[in-house]
């Protein structure tokens, strides 16, 4: 994120400690409104399935879209995914 956003300092995005209440990265007021986006960070290996999923979409797009998946749960909203990059570009627009 640092150096997406290459204004911002170091203590303006830090890594909140385990068993913190809140997002996962802790943005300043200045970060908040600059990147407007709240993150839960996750590390599974139960997420093969999705990481197949966008190796489907990567393959499909040939290098010349942006890969994305849309999924959906019965009786919920539908989420995307997409590469951590990919995303980076989105909202430095």
Wanted: aromatic content about 6%; proline content about 4%.
């Amino acid at each position: 994120m640092l150096k997406a956003f290459p204004h911002l300092r170091p203590n303006d995005i830090v890594t909140a400690k385990t068993g913190h209440n809140g997002p996962d990265l802790v943005l300043s007021k200045v970060a908040r409104k600059l990147v407007g986006v709240n993150f839960e960070c996750k590390n599974q290996q139960r997420l093969a399935t999705i990481y197949s999923w966008k190796k489907q979409s990567d393959k499909s797009a040939k290098g010349k879209l942006m890969s994305t998946v849309v999924m959906k749960m019965n009786s919920r909203k539908p989420l995307v995914v997409l590469d951590l990059d990919d995303f980076i570009k989105l909202i430095k627009e």
